[in-house]
C-alpha cells in the first residue's frame, strides 16, 4: 500500500472543526448549541447579490477568463476606490475564496523552506497554506493583556533570518478583533522595507471597524512592490459560500507569477463572481446597518463576558471575534466538555480552544475565541450558560 | 524590492492561453477566428442544471460541508454506481473543479522532490499543479504512430526510482483523445502494485467514449489503496465555469490527508453544487444525444484532417481532442502565423501548439491539438481554412 505524503501528514486538521462530533452528539440529545465558534455569520446575503445570480440569462456555464470577469474587476477598482486604494482591473485577480489569494501569495513570493513572520494568535488556516506551499510560520506572541496589539519592532527583528520572506497580518483580526492602527502598519513598513520583505494582509472584515478607522497596508506610501493584499467577499455580505476572493498588488512580479497559478486552475466560479459584481452596487448605508448590529452584539458579549468572575476579555475594535481568557485548566478541554458534560437549561456553548490560534506550543491553553455571529438574544443566552458552565467547571483554576 | 519564489518563476504559463492576443488582434482586423484551441465547448448547459441554481431559495449563501453537501456526495454515489463504482459518500471528496482533485491528490500523496510518471503528450496543467506541490513529472513518451496507445511496461520501469510514488492517466486522453483498454490499466495496475505506486486517474470525459468501453480505473480490482480518481462535471455538462469536481478514492489515509486540504480552503462553491447535484438527475438519453454530436464532428474532422496532403490525425477514442501531425517546421510559429499572417475568406483557426503537451523537449514540434468543440459547420469552415493554410505557410516540410 502506498503511503501518503509527509506534507498530507503534517497538515493539522481544521481546531474548530474537530469538536463537531461532540457537538452532534449534544445536539442529538436535545441540547441547544450556540454556535460561537465558526466565522458563519446568521446575517442574511443581500437579496440583490443573490438575484445577481438567480436572474442570470446565459445559455453556458462558461469558464470566465482566469483572473475573473473584466467587469468584475472594473467594479472591483470602483470598490477600492472608496478606501482610497487607487488601482487598475489588472492589479486584481478574481481568487477562489480568499483562501486562494493566499495560497496564490505564498506559493508565488515564497519557496519550499522559506519562513513567514505571523503575530499570534492568528488565523488557523494560515498554517495549512503554509504546509501546502512548504513554508516556515515563525510566530511572533502578542499577548491578550495589550488587547492583542502589535509586538514591538524589536520582536520581529529578533526572529528575522535570511530566509524570512514575508510578513503577514489580518486586519482587522481573525481572531482577535484587534484593529491595527496606521501607527502600527508604519512599524510594519518601516521593518519590511529595512528587510526587504513582502507583506500579505488580509483585510476580509475591513468593513466591521468599531473603534477607529480602518486603515489598509494598501494605502502605505512607498510599499508598492511589498504590499500584498487577500481579500474576500465572504464575511462582507455574508456569502462565504460564494468562494469569492481577490488577490490584489501593485507589483507587477508577483501579478504575473500568481496569474500562472490562476491559468492552471482555470476560472473561479461563474455564478458567484455576478454575486460579487452586484454586491459592489449595494446602497451606501448597507454597511452602516451591518456594522450596528455586529458592533451592538460585541457590545453584549464583551460586557457580560467580563462580569463573568475571573474572565477578561479586552474590547475589541473590529472584525466579528473576541478572544478571552477563562479561570480554566485547558481549553480544548473545557470546550470538549461543555459539549459532553454540560448544560444548562437544555443549553450549551460551542467555543474554539484558544490553542488552534497559536503555533507557540503552550500559548491559548487558558483562552477561547469567541464568533459573535449570533444575534443578541441568542448571545445573551450563551453568555448565561457560560457563566453557569464556569462555575461547575471541574478543571476551573 | 523583494523577489518572488523560484516556483513562481519557474511555473509555465499556459500553452493554451499565451496566443489569446494575438487572436484578439485578428479579431480586431475582422478576421473570424475559429477557437479549435480550448476545451470550452458550444454545447448549451442543461436548463434543469442552471435552474437548479437559478430557482434555489436560500437566504444565506452559507459555507458548505468541507467534503461538500452530504446531499450532493448522496447523489454522486448514485452517479458512479451505473459505472460499477461503489463508493459510500465519505469516499468523495467536492472539490473546486477537477484542477483542485488534482492539487489535491498531488499534496496528499507525494512531497517535495517526488516524481510522478506521467505518458506524454499530457493535458498541460499537469504541470502547474507539479510546480505548486514541487513534484518531478517523468514523462514517458507516447506516438502519434500507435495513436498514442500506453507504452510498453518496459518504458515505465526505465524511469521507476526510488523517488517514483505515482502515475498518472487521463482516461479518455486530453490532449490525444486516446481511449486507454482494459488491458492497458491491467498493465498499469500491474506495475503500480509491483513498485507500490498511486494511480492517479483523470476521467473528466467518462460519458465521451466513441469507440469502445470505457473502463475506469476505479473498477481495477485490489487496487483500492492505489487509485485517485479525479473528476469533474465541467466537461460532462458542459458546466466549466462551475468549478466542480471530485477526488474520490478507498484508501482512507488519502481521504484523511485531502480532508486536511479541503478544510483548509473551507469549502467548494455553495450555488453551483446545486448544480452538481441536479445534473445526475438528468434523463437517462442525454449523453446520448451529446456523444452523438461530438462524434459526428469527430468524424468530419478527423476525415478532413486526413484528406489535407501531409497531414495525419489518427482516429480517435473519445474526449473532444485530437492531435494531428502536420507538414510544418514548428508548431508554434505556425499557430501564431495562423492568427497573424493568414486568413481565407476572412478566417483562420486557432490551434494549440503539440509543444505545449509534453514534457521532453523538441517532442510535439509538429502537432497540434484541436478540440472539437464547435458546431459541424464551423469545424468543415475550419479544416478548409486549415487546408488553404497549409498550401501556402512559408515553414511547410
Known amino acids: 500500500m502506498p503511503t501518503i505524503s509527509q506534507r498530507g501528514q503534517m ?15 449534544a445536539k442529538k440529545r436535545g441540547t441547544t448549541v450556540y454556535h460561537l465558534n465558526i ?13 445577481a445570480v438567480r436572474n442570470s440569462h446565459f445559455k453556458i456555464l462558461e469558464y470566465s477568463h482566469s483572473a475573473g470577469n473584466e467587469s468584475y474587476r472594473k467594479k472591483l477598482t470602483e470598490y477600492y476606490k472608496r478606501f482610497d486604494i487607487d488601482l487598475t482591473a489588472q492589479q486584481i485577480i478574481v481568487t477562489t475564496g480568499g483562501s486562494e489569494a493566499i495560497l496564490f501569495g505564498f506559493m508565488s513570493c515564497l519557496d ?9 494568535p492568528f488565523y488557523a488556516n ?9 513554508v516556515h510560520v515563525v510566530p511572533i506572541s502578542s499577548s491578550i493583556e495589550t488587547g492583542f496589539a ?23 483580526n481573525n481572531p482577535t478583533g484587534y484593529l491595527y492602527s496606521q501607527e502600527e502598519l508604519e512599524v510594519l513598513k518601516k521593518i519590511c522595507l529595512k528587510y526587504n520583505l513582502f507583506l500579505f494582509s488580509d483585510e476580509a472584515y475591513r468593513e466591521f471597524c468599531y473603534s477607529g478607522k480602518h486603515f489598509s497596508a494598501m494605502n502605505l506610501e512607498g ?5 500584498v ?12 459560500g460564494a468562494r469569492i476572493g481577490a488577490l490584489v498588488t501593485k507589483n507587477q512580479a508577483v501579478l504575473d507569477a500568481a496569474m500562472k497559478f490562476a491559468q492552471a486552475r482555470l476560472s473561479p466560479p461563474s455564478f458567484e463572481q455576478l454575486a460579487g459584481e452586484a454586491a459592489v452596487d449595494l446602497p451606501g ?25 475571573g474572565v477578561f476579555c479586552p474590547n475589541v475594535g473590529g472584525a466579528f471575534y473576541a478572544m478571552a481568557k477563562l479561570p480554566i485548566d485547558n481549553a480544548d478541554r473545557f470546550c470538549q466538555w461543555l459539549l459532553e458534560e454540560f448544560e444548562y437549561e437544555k443549553q450549551t456553548v460551542m467555543l474554539s480552544p484558544g490553542t488552534g490560534f497559536y503555533a507557540t506550543p503552550g500559548l491559548g491553553t487558558n483562552e477561547v475565541r469567541l464568533a459573535y455571529v449570533l444575534n443578541r438574544e441568542d448571545i445573551t443566552k450563551a453568555m448565561i450558560a457560560l457563566g453557569k458552565a464556569l462555575e461547575v467547571y471541574p478543571g476551573r483554576v
Chains 1, 2 share one sequence.
Do not use: H, W
Open 229 to 240: 493584499l487577500m481579500d474576500t467577499i465572504s464575511k462582507r455580505y455574508s456569502a462565504c
Open 285 to 309: 448605508d448597507y454597511f452602516d446597518e451591518i456594522k450596528a448590529e455586529y458592533q451592538s452584539r460585541r457590545d453584549i458579549l464583551v460586557k457580560m463576558l467580563n462580569e463573568i468572575p
Open 112 to 120: 519550499q523552506g522559506d519562513e513567514i513572520i505571523i503575530p499570534e
Open 126 to 134: 494560515y498554517n495549512g497554506f503554509a504546509v501546502a506551499a512548504g
Open 150 to 172: 502589535l509586538p514591538p519592532i524589536e520582536d520581529f527583528e529578533k526572529v528575522i533570518t535570511s530566509k524570512t520572506k514575508a510578513i503577514m497580518i489580518c486586519n482587522p
Open 223 to 227: 510599499m508598492d512592490n511589498n504590499v
Open 11 to 25: 497538515m493539522p486538521p481544521s481546531p474548530i472543526r474537530k469538536l463537531v462530533p461532540f457537538a452532534e452528539a
Open 39 to 51: 466565522g458563519q455569520p446568521d446575517i442574511e446575503t443581500p437579496e440583490q447579490v443573490l438575484d
